[in-house]
């Protein structure tokens, strides 16, 4: 009979620790089932958000029928990590604002970042909602956690950029691809942030590259990470620097306290400036002089002696 006893005092311990480690997980080694996968979507767009109400029926769409909602544009997100889509449409009590969402389920938080930095507008302004945002006349884009999240407006003119802060509020699901973010350095005003998937600048072997723009006394700075292991990295460099030889790019071998650090004088992208270290590889762009680098990379985890 203790036993039972036991086991009734147990049980709301361990329910709720796991809640708590349910909060924290790794996206890409959740395998989802098709019954798992829309009861997440429906639980991420609610019935009703601020003064607007759900009409018309719920969409689901997952890897094997997402083309017939976006025909040929559909292995473009099947390829950078798609998992599934929830679209629902709201109004106001009198029809006379609506709007529309679709929740974008990627395998990543930075994959979802990538898809956001493909499709966002020319004419589109960064906005602080979830991880990086951006309004413009039509809508609302932003991602939080492993979603993307596109609102558009159907009818009248509804507060997007309020109801895109409510909904990103919602969403606490935490994506620990996105920890890269905490290790950019707190300096000046951000702009905003990206991930790019393949080829960032245009240049082969800057892949997986997280990138983020400031404002510094009116002068911008984007600063860039890779992280891998050190294996990688310096594999990495060597590709990087045959093909600087190859293409005639001029590149000079420069030091900061003894420390490598390379000046590449891009004739497509300028000026910029690459630093490796043993877990990552670090670059610069725009205006900045090597002492300002410096600065900036004492504020940085570099994780070990340079390469």
Known sequence: MWWRILLVLLLPAILIALYLEGQHYEPQLIRFSPASLEAELKALLPDSIKDFY??????????ENLYEYINGHAEYFISAGFRGLIIREYTDKNNTRQFIIEAYRMNRGL???GVLVDEVSPNAVPVSIGVSGYVTPE??????????????KLKGAPALKKIALALS??????????????????????????YHREA???????NEIVARKYSIDKRELTLFLKRADR????????????????????????????????TIDDPYEGRWYLFPAPRSLI????????????EILNKMPLQGEVL
């Open 54 to 63: 759900t009409r018309g029926s719920v969409r689901i769409y997952r890897k």
């Open 111 to 113: 994959e979802a970042l």
């Open 139 to 152: 809508g609302v884009s932003f991602v939080k956690g492993p979603y993307y999240i596109k609102m558009r």
């Open 169 to 194: 509020g919602r969403i606490r699901v935490i994506d620990s691809s996105l920890d890269i973010l905490k290790e950019l350095p707190a300096i000046g005003t951000i702009i905003r942030t990206e």
């Open 200 to 206: 960032f600048m245009g240049i082969p072997y800057l």
């Open 231 to 262: 294996k990688k990295i310096k594999d990495t460099m060597k590709k990087l620097i045959i093909y600087f030889k190859e293409n005639d790019i001029p590149f000079t071998l420069n030091s900061i306290d003894g420390n490598k650090i390379y």
């Open 283 to 294: 670059g610069f762009s725009g205006s900045v002089s090597i002492d300002e680098i410096k």
